[in-house]
T-cell receptor
Framework: GAGVSQSPRYKVAKRGQDVALRCDPI?????LFWYQQALGQGPEFLTY????????KSGLPSDRFFAERPEGSVSTLKIQRTQQEDSAVYLCASSLGRVGGRAGYEQYFGPGTRLTVT | SQELEQSPQSLIVQEGKNLTINCTSS?????LYWYKQKYGEGLIFLMMLQKGGEEKSHEKITAKLDEKKQQSSLHITASQPSHAGIYLCGAVNTLIQGAQKLVFGQGTRLTINP
């Protein structure tokens, strides 16, 4: 089956532009995470969805960052008025979560979107 | 303060040698993930450990979790060039309604010399 996919793979934005990054999780996965990875660092948690509900957005660095998952599958991370410090790789991960009596917590990551703000 | 420390930060070994990467958490561990990442790519899931004393193996890679010490180690036996990459540990310190929020270490860059 298909893994997690993300688009675009690369995005160059001029400072001040808005960008939208897309994540297609593994089919049937309830949980969806967004992480930000700066160069040479490990990923840092941004936000988490369980189906369409955003249960944790404590990692979003500012109110310029907004994420949604309106139908509980595809998710979009939007960054408004991009700044140079937003340059990073944005990773999406999904996991089965808890479905009925079955729990699957392994998080599978997409290839990421490399955002460069000039 | 660093919640999750990996050591070493980089490692160069001769092909065929064994190696160990360590991951230590300053907080209680509910689980520990190991991933491998190549430049420009996403994270490849290796193993997930959830119980104290748990040990898992896949091909030549073995990971162990010491819950009391809040540590995990990743051991590669008879290293090969295909093992080269960045190894990341991700700790589960918080549970969110059935999901696991991961905090990552800074990674260990592994180079295998032929």
């Amino acid at each position: 089956g298909a893994g997690v996919s993300q688009s675009p793979r690369y995005k160059v934005a001029k400072r001040g532009q808005d960008v939208a990054l897309r994540c297609d999780p593994i089919s049937g996965h309830v949980s969806l995470f967004w992480y930000q990875q700066a160069l040479g660092q490990g990923p840092e948690f941004l936000t988490y969805f369980q189906n369409e509900a955003q249960l944790d957005k404590s990692g979003l660095p500012s109110d310029r960052f907004f994420a949604e998952r309106p139908e509980g599958s595809v998710s979009t991370l939007k960054i408004q008025r991009t700044q140079q410090e937003d340059s990073a790789v944005y990773l999406c991960a999904s996991s089965l979560g808890r479905v009925g009596g079955r729990a699957g917590y392994e998080q599978y990551f997409g290839p990421g979107t490399r955002l460069t703000v000039t | 303060s660093q919640e999750l420390e990996q050591s070493p930060q980089s490692l160069i070994v001769q092909e065929g040698k064994n190696l160990t990467i360590n991951c230590t958490s300053s907080k209680t561990l509910y689980g520990l993930y190991w991933y491998k990442q190549k430049y420009g790519e996403g994270l490849i899931f290796l193993m997930m450990l959830q119980k104290g004393g748990e040990e898992k193996s896949h091909e030549k890679i073995t990971a162990k979790l010491d819950e009391k010490k809040q540590q995990s180690s990743l051991h590669i036996t008879a290293s090969q060039p295909s093992h080269a990459g960045i190894y990341l540990c991700g700790a589960v310190n918080t549970l969110i309604q059935g999901a696991q929020k991961l905090v990552f270490g800074q990674g260990t860059r592994l180079t295998i010399n032929p």
